[in-house]
């Protein structure tokens, strides 16, 4: 493989790519003019010097060495860590432009994929920018070198773990912690043997401030590793879980037994849920998404509504407070037990649930063959085109699709639309993950007249 030149050049960016990063062309005259060029650390309207970093035959990628002219959105990024951690991409544009970029990202999707605009362009949802992240994953790595144990996000090199002693996107009980997190997992026996650390936050206890923390380790933990780990537990009140192996593995080492829960006051509504399972990273968006997916819906109190993709009952829930029936659908069998014992703890007998792969064939499902009066969908990345090519769309007032990937929303507007007669309505981002690049929005389909 021929070496890449190393020598620094000067780029006019152009525009801001889907991950964040600056997108620029070789000029006239220079080698490869007019090839497509990937910019880290870069915004649009900026003249900045760079350096190559990775080549293939449609594009190159490059590092910011300097800026030379910088833009008016431009802004000091808040954490030292920027520009080396992966867990953050655009802390360098002013937060209220960044919702601005994902919009843009949404609509060129929409345009581009699906073929499709929405009729009408919603404001986007915002909350907290900092200190909200309420789930994630640490890696854990010791690097003898440096004579310490690395706990934080990849580094935008992924092949590294960064070297981090606090992160701000992160719940500040958390976020703050890191470098006392790293402290503790170098001084164990087992400090090789930790993977990574996962955690989870929902409302305080009387037992602990509703941080979880998930220890993955590979070989089991002497009793000294077991004993800091729960002292490490007690004072900074994080309950602490052990994962010798897989998902069913994961049992607590303190408190004995720690309730993870997280409320939804304007639904009146508790979530019940255990250290690995999903739950929206933001909490005070969550609040506001569920909000305006259920303002969309317009759901009536005698209508029958189904939720696919539906978790704990993020939706599902709230729903029943207002409709005849609201109908939960899930793959994942342990969350769909645990959104019916939600549903018994919050006194909803009107909320069903069924464990169904919705990426497979599902003409044998009871619930299919039952009418609904509304839709909502809250897919993975990979989008609901399998279940909507299914699903008898006839007789449906509204479909709302709540999305974190905009590719696979443009992709299923694009069949809704332009196969089966649908109108989008609206559509706009939600900002669930300020600072980085990711887009998640929800979208507003009614039928055909």
Not at 30 to 55: C, D, H, I, M, S
Not at 156 to 173: M, N, S, Y
Not at 315 to 333: H, M, N, Y
Request: net charge neutral.
């Amino acid at each position: 493989m021929a070496r890449i030149d190393q020598t620094p050049f000067e780029l006019e960016i152009l525009d801001l790519s889907h991950d964040g990063r600056g997108v620029a062309r070789r000029p006239e005259g220079a080698p490869n003019a007019g090839k497509t060029v990937f910019v880290a650390g870069a915004l649009p309207g900026e003249r900045v010097r760079v350096q190559q970093t990775a080549r293939s035959r449609s594009f190159d990628e490059a590092r910011t060495l300097e800026v030379l002219q910088p833009s008016p959105d431009r802004v000091a990024a808040r954490c030292p860590h920027f520009g080396t951690c992966g867990g953050c991409a655009l802390q360098h544009l002013d937060e209220s432009k960044q919702i601005h970029a994902k919009q843009r990202v949404l609509l060129e999707n929409l345009e581009r994929i699906g073929h499709v605009a929405p009729r009408t362009v919603l404001p986007p949802l915002a909350d907290a920018a900092w200190g909200y992240r309420r789930k994630g994953r640490f890696s854990v790595r010791r690097v003898e070198k440096k004579d310490k144990t690395l706990v934080g996000f990849r580094e935008q090199d992924p092949r590294f773990v960064a070297d981090i002693g606090e992160c701000h996107t992160v719940l500040p009980q958390l976020g703050e912690r890191i470098g006392a997190l790293s402290a503790l997992i170098d001084g164990m026996h087992a400090r090789r043997d930790i993977a990574q650390v996962e955690f989870i936050a929902g409302d305080p206890t009387p037992e602990f401030g509703g941080v979880a923390l998930v220890f993955r380790h590979l070989q089991p933990l002497p009793e000294p590793d077991r004993a800091a780990l729960e002292a490490f537990g007690r004072a900074h009140g994080f309950a602490i879980f052990l994962q010798p192996g897989g998902i069913d593995s994961v049992h607590p080492l303190w408190p004995a037994n720690p309730s993870l829960s997280f409320r939804l006051p304007e639904w009146d509504v508790e979530l019940e849920f255990r250290p690995l399972d999903f739950i929206q990273v933001n909490a005070g968006l969550n609040g506001r998404m569920i909000a305006r997916a259920l303002e969309l819906l317009d759901a009536q109190p005698g209508d029958r509504v189904l939720d696919l993709f539906c978790g704990l009952g993020n939706f599902t829930l709230p729903l029943a407070r207002t409709v005849r029936e609201a109908v939960g659908v899930e793959g994942d069998a342990g969350l769909v037990a645990r959104a019916r014992a939600n549903a018994a703890r919050n006194g909803l007998g009107n909320a069903q649930f069924h464990a169904a792969d919705l990426a497979q064939d599902l003409r044998g499902q009871p619930w299919m063959r039952e009418g609904f009066d509304r839709l909502l969908l809250d897919p993975p990345r990979s989008g609901a085109d399998v279940v909507l090519k299914q699903l008898p769309l006839k007789g449906l007032r509204r479909i709302v699709y709540v999305s974190c990937h905009p590719g696979s929303l443009a992709r299923d507007a694009g069949y809704l639309v332009n196969e089966r007669g649908w109108t989008l309505e609206a559509a706009g981002v939600m900002d669930m993950f300020p600072h980085t690049a990711h887009v998640e929005s929800i979208a507003l389909f009614t039928p055909p007249a």
